[in-house]
Every structure is written in structure tokens, then in C-alpha cells.
T-cell receptor, first 115, second 113 residues
Framework: NAGVTQTPKFRILKIGQSMTLQCTQD?????MYWYRQDPGMGLKLIYY???????DKGEVPNGYNVSRSTTEDFPLRLELAAPSQTSVYFC??????????????FGDGTRLSIL | KNQVEQSPQSLIILEGKNCTLQ??????????LRWYKQDTGRGPVSLTI?????NTKSNGRYTATLDADTKQSSLHITASQLSDSASYIC????????????FGRGTSLIVHP
């Protein structure tokens, strides 16, 4: 199984540009998450989804949008890129919600620089 | 504000030696505490998950302990290997609500031959 796949692996954007970070999982997990990891800091939850058609804000949602039209895919959209959004973005999925005893499976991240 | 503090920030040990990483948290009440291993340039990989009622969990050479009274957890690595070189992240998830986890900043472990 591929697990959680993120594309692209690297991207450089100019300020004001927009882009979509792709995430797909093949484990049939209902729960999916987007995190950002800034240098020397812990991961922060941006958005999460408990199933197709259902999304909710995490800790740091400003400047981002998500959609969940299928169980497999959970894209993250940056509309007007800002330097503060330079980070490594991780997508994750799990069988149960964060309170359960099932692990979250992470992709290998998208490294995004905004100049 | 929920916080997860990890110590030490970094650690260098020789191959074959044991080590213990610490995690202190303020999240309360909490649902579970997880330890992840993150290799450079990769996503985190789950090592152990403990619910609030558990006080120890093992995964091969990795053993996590939890003291819910003092809000402390530790991750003990036995007979370290070069492949253990990574960042180890403690994550605490609250209960009774949004289940938004709080991640620690991680402990960077380097194992030298």
C-alpha cells in the first residue's frame, strides 16, 4: 500500500500566487488532517475532515481552504500566498478521530517556500 | 493554553547505549499520548499510543511510560542503533471536544557509531 501520498514534494511560490497541495490515501480512512511544521516548532493542525463532505477548522486555518469530495482525497488550497505560509505541510489520515487509539499515518510532506 | 514540553532538545549517544526522552504536558483532561519518530525529510511515524488509563506501552526497543498524575511521559530507547537517529515527537490529544492535538517540538537524537 502507498499509504498517504502528497504532491508536490517541493514548491516555490511568489507572494500572492495560489496553489493546491494534493493529498490522497488508500487506506479507506474517514479522518484526514492537514498540519504545518515550522522550523523548530511542533506541528500545528490547519484543517481536518471526518468524512467526505465534512471539514472543520483546526488551530491555524487562516489563509487556507480545504475540500473533501471523496474519502481518498483531501486537497489544501492557498489562495493568496504570504511569506508566513513558508513551511512544511503534512497530510495525515486515521481510522478513528484523534481521541482514539489508532495512529495517524503521515505523508512525507510538501516543502513550500514563498518569496 | 495546552502545552507539551520535551527535553532534552537534542541528544547525542553512542551506538548500543540506552537513552530516555522526556515529555511534560499541561493538556487536561487528555484522551491519549502518542510518541512519533520523524526521520529527516520524512513524515512522522507512530511508535506508541497510550490512553489516559495506560502507564506503559512497548514497541520493540521503544518503551513509553505515562504518569497521568504528574503529567509526564518518557520514551526509553534500548540498545540504540544508527537508524534511531531522528526527531522524537510527543503528542497529547485532549478529550471531550475537538480532539485537536498539541505537538511537542521534538527531541533530536543522534546515534554515533
Amino acid at each position: 500500500n502507498a499509504g498517504v501520498t502528497q504532491t508536490p514534494k517541493f514548491r516555490i511560490l511568489k507572494i500572492g500566487q495560489s496553489m493546491t497541495l494534493q493529498c490522497t490515501q488508500d487506506m479507506n480512512h474517514n479522518y484526514m488532517y492537514w498540519y504545518r511544521q515550522d522550523p523548530g516548532m511542533g506541528l500545528k493542525l490547519i484543517y481536518y475532515s471526518v468524512g467526505a463532505g465534512i471539514t472543520d477548522k483546526g488551530e491555524v486555518p487562516n489563509g487556507y481552504n480545504v475540500s473533501r469530495s471523496t474519502t481518498e482525497d483531501f486537497p489544501l488550497r492557498l489562495e493568496l500566498a504570504a511569506p508566513s505560509q513558508t513551511s512544511v505541510y503534512f497530510c495525515a489520515s486515521s481510522y478513528s478521530q484523534g481521541g482514539g487509539n489508532q495512529p495517524q499515518h503521515f505523508g512525507d510532506g510538501t516543502r513550500l517556500s514563498i518569496l | 493554553k495546552n502545552q507539551v514540553e520535551q527535553s532534552p532538545q537534542s541528544l547525542i549517544i553512542l551506538e548500543g547505549k540506552n537513552c530516555t526522552l522526556q515529555c511534560n504536558y499541561t493538556v487536561s483532561p487528555f484522551s491519549n499520548l502518542r510518541w512519533y519518530k520523524q526521520d529527516t525529510g520524512r513524515g512522522p511515524v507512530s511508535l506508541t499510543i497510550m490512553t489516559f488509563s495506560e502507564n506503559t506501552k512497548s514497541n520493540g526497543r521503544y518503551t513509553a511510560t505515562l504518569d497521568a498524575d504528574t503529567k509526564q511521559s518518557s520514551l526509553h530507547i534500548t540498545a540504540s542503533q544508527l537508524s534511531d537517529s531522528a526527531s522524537y515527537i510527543c503528542v497529547v490529544t485532549p478529550s471531550g471536544g475537538s480532539y485537536i492535538p498539541t505537538f511537542g517540538r521534538g527531541t533530536s537524537l543522534i546515534v554515533h557509531p
